[in-house]
């Protein structure tokens, strides 16, 4: 079992940056990849970031390439996304996710149904 707790989330202007986190527990966290998802309203679910389970390798939806950088810190438990130059369209709610059966990424590493554990989440809303 893995439990997920985002956090991170806020208002911030076009342009502006945020940092959301993400705190894990139960599972050793050094175990598995992770992944940073976002629904905005009315939309579908959508692919952001995802990490290996040491850190080294990353992968990310082209519409936050050179944007957003993922990160973890397997002392600390944490996933971390950074999000600079924000754009009116970032605008979602922001979801950590654990594909517990993977230390690597894969083709698999975009789609939602690869991840077994998800984060409540947390609102980032860029104003315009």
């Known amino acids: 079992q893995v439990q997920l707790v985002e956090s991170g989330g806020g208002l911030v202007q076009t342009g502006g940056s945020l940092r959301l986190s993400c705190a894990a527990s139960?599972?050793?966290?050094?175990?598995?990849?992770m992944g940073w998802f976002r629904q905005a309203l009315g939309k579908e679910r959508e692919f952001v970031a995802a990490i290996s389970y040491g850190g080294a390798n990353t992968y990310y939806a082209d519409s936050v390439k050179d944007r957003f950088t993922i990160s973890r810190d397997n002392v600390q438990n944490t996933l971390y996304l950074q999000m600079n130059s924000l754009k009116p369209e970032d605008t979602a709610v922001y979801s950590c996710a654990a594909d517990a059966t993977k230390r690597l990424l894969g083709s698999g590493s975009r789609y939602y149904t690869s991840y077994e554990y998800w984060g409540q989440g947390t609102q980032v809303t860029v104003s315009s």
């Open positions: 139960g599972r050793t966290f050094s175990s598995y990849a």
